[in-house]
């Protein structure tokens, strides 16, 4: 008998304590980030799709090497360049990521020597067309230039 | 036309437009309560302080195509959402919320009022059976055992209300309590009762209200870890949108049966102002507390809900029954 009422007591106890808890919490700022008003910056380390790195001139500091394109395990990159009359080094004309398959590894960013291959921070990706992730790299640095 | 029908049309008019206005925008107080406890905004974006959600909710609810199942019962599957509605207007018909503002008083009230509440759970029933879903069918079976569990100690409570004011009718109920804040029902000693577990019969009716109303943590009803949505998870459209509605203004009218029975209805403290606004205050500070109540505990099991009440309620309120009984006797 003595435990019957204990234990009501006890819990309605624990009730209020509970209500008290939310309580203090209905008052406290909110911390959640209203996306898409507002954004995060992102980590350091986060790895979105690859994206080519310009030099001071804003040209691409690739030299169509194609290493990153050989070290690709799953073939996401497609690239060609020329080599125009009187220069040294071979200018990049195209270079298309098949976003769809690539699977963020970094082979392509660790093979490059050159120090123009690095992971981008984009993350608002979504489409209802598999075309829109096939990226022309070459073009967005253009479009990041403009 | 005579002037008295006249009379029943604009009152059942104006129900209804209460009760819609309240069941939408306790949504809307709903999501941003829950919202707050967890730190988050909650509906912001449509107008001032997303108070144009609820509206939109309806326009887009509305917009949808009420789909009936294949094999259910076509005539109770439409009267379930229907019947989870009307006795919520019905009640608010005699709730009287002062002295000149009741559609219609009559001298059963409270009777009235649990009439047409326990049709409540029938709405449970009706759709937990013609849904043809087991989950829905679960959460009939649990309706039953819920309500049969609860509507026993409310009860209870409530005659020991009515016992005290020695009326059945709401108003006279509350003019007993209007002599001073101290005569108000919840209060021990002071008040008509010289009960000193009055404010346990308000507990126990105030928990009796939250799981009448099928409110967390008693929501078993919908368990929606367990149940889908329970009885609503074939209903689309406006069918889900009265069911909604009608927990709101059943949460509406157990409000107001706790601030006539316990809490002095509209009689006002220290004669401070007296008027319409002191129900109201007491009705939505009700509200709010039902509000916060279900985002703070997580939802109970069955046996937890059927031994709370058949273990605990049910003697409670029994002893409370006598003690009242006794006290009137004496003084
Ligand atoms: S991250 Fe990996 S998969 Fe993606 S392009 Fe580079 S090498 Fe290919
Ligand atoms: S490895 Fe670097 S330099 Fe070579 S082709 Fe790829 S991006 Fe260009």
């Known amino acids: 008998m003595v435990t019957y009422f204990k234990d009501i007591y006890s819990g309605l106890v624990s009730l209020f304590i509970g209500m008290e808890v939310t309580f203090k919490e209905f008052f406290k700022p909110t911390v959640t980030v209203q996306y898409p008003y507002e954004t995060l910056t992102m980590t350091e380390r986060y790895r979105g799709h690859v994206e080519l790195i310009e030099n001071d001139e804003g040209k691409p500091n690739c030299i169509v090497c194609g290493l990153c394109q050989r070290a690709c395990p799953s073939a996401c990159i497609t690239l060609a360049g020329v080599k125009p009359e009187g220069e040294k080094k071979k200018v990049l004309t195209k270079y298309i990521l098949d976003f769809t398959r690539c699977s963020l590894c970094g082979s392509c960013v660790e093979s490059c020597n050159f120090n123009a291959l690095e992971f981008s921070k984009e993350y608002n990706l979504a489409s209802t067309r598999r075309e829109d992730f096939i990226f022309d790299l070459l073009q967005r640095l253009e479009d990041r230039n403009k | 036309m005579s002037l008295t029908l006249l009379n029943v049309i604009f009152a059942v008019v104006v129900a209804i437009a209460f009760a819609a206005a309240n069941a939408a925008y306790l949504v809307w107080a709903e999501r941003r309560g829950a919202a707050r406890i967890q730190r988050r905004p909650g509906p912001n974006i449509n107008g001032p302080f997303g108070l144009l959600q609820p509206p939109l909710d309806g326009i887009k609810l509305m917009a949808k195509q009420l789909i009936i199942p ?176 009608g927990e709101y203004a059943n949460i509406v009218i157990g409000a107001c049966m706790t601030t006539i029975l316990f809490l002095g209805g509209w009689s006002c403290p220290f004669g401070l102002f007296p008027g319409v606004w002191w129900f109201l205050l007491k009705l939505y500070l009700l509200i709010a507390t039902f509000i916060w109540i279900r985002w703070t505990f997580p939802r109970t099991t069955i046996y937890g809900l059927l031994n709370l009440s058949w273990k605990i309620l049910i003697p409670l309120s029994l002893v409370n029954l006598l003690l009242t009984a006794g006290l009137i006797k004496v003084f």
């Open chain 2, 70 to 245: 294949g094999g259910a019962d076509k005539v109770l599957f439409i009267a379930a959402p229907v019947l989870a509605m009307y006795p919520a207007i019905m009640s608010f018909v005699t709730i009287p919320f002062s002295d000149t503002i009741v559609a219609h008083n009559i001298n059963v009230g409270i009777l009235m009022i649990f009439a047409f509440a326990s049709t409540g759970s029938m709405s449970l029933i009706f759709a937990g059976w013609s849904s043809r879903n087991k989950y829905s069918m679960m959460s009939a079976v649990r309706a039953v055992s819920q309500s049969v569990a609860y509507e026993i100690p409310m009860l209870i409570t409530t005659i020991t209300v009515v016992m005290i004011a020695g009326s059945m009718d709401l108003m006279e109920i509350v003019h007993q309590q209007s002599r001073s804040i101290l005569h108000w029902n919840i209060f021990p000693l002071l008040g008509n009762s010289h009960n000193i577990l009055m404010p346990a019969s308000f507990l126990i009716f105030f928990i009796c209200t939250l799981a009448e109303t099928n409110r967390a943590p008693f929501d078993l009803g919908e368990a929606e870890s367990e149940l889908v949505a329970g009885f609503h998870t074939e209903y689309g459209s406006m069918g889900f949108g009265l069911f909604f509605m």
